[in-house]
């Protein structure tokens, strides 16, 4: 039975009223459980259904309301893929066995081992699809690129008052901190974030979006956002998008010591897919050239296989990066301390 999608992100009403079963493993379907809410994902969902003639039933959600779903739904689930869009929340599903190991060569030749979840011996138990990278925007007109070329130096004094950022809490974040927390360590960690907490222009609000714009109009001078939604704005016709990229810099932090954090959208075979075939055709697809296309193309991210031609400018203009080299999974594996930090410091 084919289930409407769910627009609302996280209504756990919304998850209630899509309780029928979508498809039975003797159809030729694949039934996705998706946290990508990008219209542009529509060309790549119907590509595969062109290429392989299954059809493609899917419950959008955000990544905790889908998670929250398959532990209720439990061994009657009838989601074969999972697509969350955080590394935090990929690990946090593995922990709590929501997914099932596959083992393909294809995806093991394309797919960097840093970019898969943990190998049982029976295959990994997620796959990166693409990547984004958490940059530092800065106003040009009153901060110097040299004063926030390093997370580092978000804490630093010398940028008081100056820096905005979303929820501590929010899974970007969480990620980035966590992926900080790698290499500084807790204590240094703790630190780092209790100055940014004295860096800022105000209480953190809003999404990357408003970060970005909020440092084109001053309100403050310096804040963090996935690349790509400054991609999507470096795109956009809109005079008002073109106005906000003319104003701000961007930087990739600590290209001189441990690169860039980058972050992940992953796909998963579910722990009880009844159209476990088609999930791993599915997820062999993720990897291939034309997908690996749709995502950098038509969402403004990075392919996580190498030597697929981007015709993306926005990426293009932003140039090569050098991107930190810690297996994701750990950066999931940190957040819970990161958390208690964040409430320690007053972090909201």
Same mark, same amino acid.
């Given at each position: 039975?084919?289930?409407?999608?769910?627009?609302?992100?996280?209504?756990?009403?919304?998850?209630?009223?899509? &309780?029928?079963?979508?498809?039975?493993?003797?159809?030729?379907?694949?039934?996705?459980? %998706?946290?990508?809410?990008?219209? /542009?994902?529509?060309?790549?969902?119907?590509?595969?259904?062109?290429? /392989?003639?299954?059809?493609?039933?899917?419950?959008?959600?955000? +990544?905790? *309301?889908?998670?929250?779903?398959?532990? #209720?739904?439990?061994?009657?689930?009838?989601? +074969?893929?999972?697509?969350?869009?955080?590394?935090?929340?990929?690990?946090?599903?593995?922990?709590?066995?929501?997914?099932?190991?596959?083992?393909?060569?294809?995806?093991?030749?394309?797919?960097?081992?840093?970019?898969?979840?943990?190998?049982?011996?029976?295959?990994s138990s997620w796959f990166g699809v693409s990547t984004r990278a958490r940059v530092v925007v800065y106003n040009k /007109?009153?901060?110097?690129?040299?004063?926030?070329?390093?997370?580092?130096?978000?804490?630093?004094?010398?940028?008081?008052?100056?820096?905005?950022?979303?929820?501590?809490?929010?899974?970007?974040?969480?990620?980035?901190?966590?992926?900080?927390?790698?290499?500084?360590?807790?204590?240094?960690? =703790?630190?780092?974030?209790?100055?940014?907490?004295?860096?800022?222009?105000?209480?953190?609000?809003?999404?990357?979006?408003?970060?970005?714009?909020?440092?084109?109009?001053?309100?403050?001078?310096? &804040?963090?956002?996935?690349?790509?939604?400054?991609?999507?704005?470096?795109? #956009?016709?809109?005079?008002?998008?073109?106005?906000?990229?003319?104003?701000?810099?961007?930087?990739? $932090?600590?290209?001189?010591?441990?690169?860039?954090?980058?972050?992940?959208?992953?796909?998963?075979? &579910?722990?009880?897919? $009844?159209?476990?075939?088609?999930?791993?055709?599915?997820? =062999?697809?993720?990897?291939?050239?034309?997908?690996?296309?749709?995502?950098?193309?038509?969402?403004?991210?990075? $392919?996580?296989?190498?030597?697929?031609?981007?015709?993306?400018?926005?990426?293009?203009?932003?140039?090569?990066?050098? %991107?930190?080299?810690?297996?994701? %999974?750990?950066?999931?594996?940190?957040?819970?301390?990161?958390?208690?930090?964040?409430?320690?410091? *007053?972090?909201?």
């Amino acid at each position: 039975m084919f289930t409407p999608r769910c627009a609302a992100i996280a209504a756990l009403t919304c998850l209630t009223a899509l &309780a029928a079963p979508l498809a039975t493993a003797q159809d030729k379907v694949l039934n996705l459980y %998706s946290a990508r809410h990008y219209q /542009t994902d529509e060309a790549l969902y119907a590509d595969f259904t062109k290429a /392989t003639g299954i059809k493609i039933n899917r419950v959008d959600a955000d +990544d905790a *309301g889908i998670l929250t779903r398959l532990k #209720s739904e439990g061994a009657s689930s009838p989601a +074969d893929v999972i697509l969350l869009v955080d590394a935090a929340r990929l690990w946090r599903a593995e922990t709590e066995g929501l997914f099932q190991p596959v083992k393909s060569k294809l995806l093991e030749a394309r797919i960097p081992a840093g970019l898969r979840g943990a190998d049982t011996g029976q295959g990994s138990s997620w796959f990166g699809v693409s990547t984004r990278a958490r940059v530092v925007v800065y106003n040009k /007109t009153s901060v110097k690129r040299d004063d926030v070329d390093t997370y580092e130096e978000l804490a630093d004094p010398k940028n008081k008052g100056k820096v905005c950022t979303r929820s501590g809490s929010h899974p970007y974040n969480l990620s980035l901190f966590g992926s900080v927390m790698e290499h500084l360590g807790p204590q240094a960690t =703790e630190t780092w974030l209790q100055g940014m907490v004295g860096n800022m222009a105000r209480a953190p609000k809003g999404g990357d979006t408003d970060q970005i714009k909020a440092v084109a109009t001053g309100e403050c001078q310096i &804040a963090v956002t996935n690349t790509y939604y400054l991609a999507r704005m470096m795109r #956009s016709g809109k005079p008002d998008d073109q106005q906000v990229i003319d104003k701000v810099g961007v930087v990739f $932090p600590n290209q001189q010591s441990w690169g860039t954090h980058v972050n992940i959208a992953g796909a998963a075979a &579910a722990k009880f897919a $009844p159209n476990r075939a088609a999930a791993v055709q599915f997820l =062999e697809y993720l990897a291939s050239d034309s997908a690996q296309a749709y995502f950098a193309d038509g969402n403004n991210e990075w $392919p996580v296989v190498k030597g697929v031609n981007l015709t993306n400018p926005a990426l293009t203009a932003m140039g090569a990066f050098k %991107s930190e080299t810690i297996p994701i %999974s750990v950066v999931g594996m940190n957040q819970g301390k990161v958390q208690q930090i964040l409430d320690r410091v *007053g972090y909201k």
